[in-house]
């Protein structure tokens, strides 16, 4: 009786010997086809949430459903009844020309904005240039005329604009625009006066600047 006791004391102690490794190597061993990380199945589904939320947020920008009209001076402000259907910041430089003006002097006159436009995520959604004309991706374009400016706060920076409509070609989001407003500029200003003389004539020079344009068309 006593060996018996013995044995079954041998047998009950050695039992839990035979699941021990098995358990601590299920533990151990590498995630595979039967054991993934749970984490790797959330981020497909985050990936694909945060891309919906970036093209809502584009496609309302484009609506002018969430660009609320921009905070300036009476002297700048887009009419009443007008609303933003587009908002874009610009990058890029202002061309000057030393050129001869009235009474044998010289000055710095502008040639020609030459700006890439971007979207709140800083993809480039069109340009700015020459007229001045802003044209979207989607291939319609506005040119406009200042009616109104304010000095910047920003030392050595070009004025803040209201423009109107003059002109529009092709179909698309800038199409039924009938204000343009330039803000938040800073840098763009021409070179001082004194470095264009007659030695300098018709010498062009660029200077680099950024701002903001809100574009209004008015309300549906």
């Not at 006593?2 to 102690?13: F, M, T």
């Not at 589904?45 to 945060?50: A, D, E, Q, S």
């Not at 319609?140 to 200042?146: L, M, P, Q």
């Not at 343009?180 to 200003?189: E, L």
Request: hydrophobic share 40%.
């Amino acid at each position: 009786m006593k060996n018996r006791n013995r044995g079954s004391e041998i047998q009950i102690l050695s039992a839990p010997a035979k699941f021990h490794k098995p358990f601590s190597f299920a533990v151990n061993r590498p995630w595979d086809g039967q054991h993934r990380d749970p984490s790797a199945k959330l981020l497909p589904v985050l990936t694909r949430l945060f891309q919906i939320a970036v093209l809502t947020g584009i496609a309302v920008q484009m609506n002018g459903q969430a660009v609320s009209r921009s905070v300036v001076p009476d002297q700048v402000k887009a009419p009443a009844g007008e609303n933003v259907v587009l908002q874009a910041h610009a990058s890029g430089s202002q061309i000057y020309v030393c050129q001869a003006v009235a009474g044998g002097a010289f000055a710095w006159t502008l040639k020609a904005p030459q700006a890439d436009l971007h979207d709140q995520q800083g993809a480039v959604i069109g340009q700015h240039f020459a007229g001045p004309t802003w044209k979207d991706n989607d291939g319609s374009e506005v040119t406009g005329k200042a009616v109104a400016h304010v000095d910047s706060p920003e030392p050595g920076s070009i004025p803040w604009l209201l423009l109107t409509a003059t002109s529009h070609s092709g179909a698309g989001v800038l199409s039924p625009v009938t204000s343009i407003q330039r803000i938040n500029t800073k840098g763009g200003a021409p070179p001082a006066a004194t470095e264009c003389n007659a030695s300098k004539q018709n010498a062009e020079v660029k200077r680099s600047y950024t701002a903001d344009y809100y574009f209004y068309a008015p309300a549906k």
